[in-house]
């Protein structure tokens, strides 16, 4: 198998097949903020932020995802197929656990991406600009942990409706009432390493980090 089917195969299998690629998802965002540098831990080989995005870097210790961003030519060209915009794509992948910090990203990005990898609002906080924003879901708790951190404030939901995404701006103080508890502490989110239930809930969650 060439390597350039190679690619295209894995992210097929991954995300198109699985209608995960929030193609449109991400349009919506640039269309509603202003957004430069994406920054997505945990991403293994989900790459299509860059097909809206000019400049994304990739975090992710998989060795899959490592020996698929290696196929540097490949992934540069899928990426020129599908994105956007007119410039150049400017990817980078980082092949280390998303707990280390990466020097020359911190203060970097406007959008920090947290989908099904654990605490990245709190591991990789310092690579977000003030004023920036966070797009999470609440798979492990990371949502709820954002929610408890002051450095965050919740902005807005992010709503998917037949294959459609929306963005919400109301009713906001709603969400992280947690069900039969009177209060939640980062400590417990920890322990448990799973979103808890809460009395209203969305698909994705935006917080901008205000301090």
């Known amino acids: ?7 295209l195969q894995t992210y097929q299998k991954y995300y198109v097949d699985r209608d995960y690629e929030q193609v449109d998802l991400f349009q919506l965002l640039k269309s509603e903020f202003a957004i430069s540098h994406v920054i997505y831990p945990g991403s293994f080989v989900h790459i299509s932020p860059s097909f809206i995005f000019q400049k994304v870097s990739y975090i992710d210790s998989d060795k899959n995802a490592k ?44 959008l920090l991406l947290s989908q099904y990898a654990g605490f990245i609002s709190e591991s990789c906080k310092a690579y977000l600009k003030i004023g920036g924003l966070l797009l999470v879901n609440n798979s492990h708790a990371d949502a709820g942990l954002a929610a408890l951190d002051k450095d ?16 919400s701006y109301s009713d906001l103080e709603a969400y992280f009432v947690a069900k039969g508890r009177t209060h939640l502490s980062k400590d417990y989110l920890h322990t448990l390493g799973r979103g808890v239930g809460y009395t209203k809930t969305a698909p994705l969650y935006l917080f901008r980090r205000v301090s």
Do not use: W
């Not at 196929?71 to 998303?98: C, M, N, W």
């Not at 709503?159 to 459609?164: D, G, L, P, T, W």
């Open 67 to 110: 020996l698929f961003f290696q196929q540097e030519q490949q992934v540069q060209a899928l990426i020129e197929g599908r994105k956007h915009y007119q410039e150049t794509p400017s990817i980078s992948f980082y092949s280390v656990d998303y707990n280390r910090t990466i020097s020359e990203l911190v203060d970097s990005c406007d």
């Open 152 to 167: 965050y404030k919740l902005i807005a939901t992010v709503h998917r409706n037949k294959a459609r995404y929306r963005i």
């Open 1 to 7: 198998m060439s390597q350039a089917k190679d690619v």
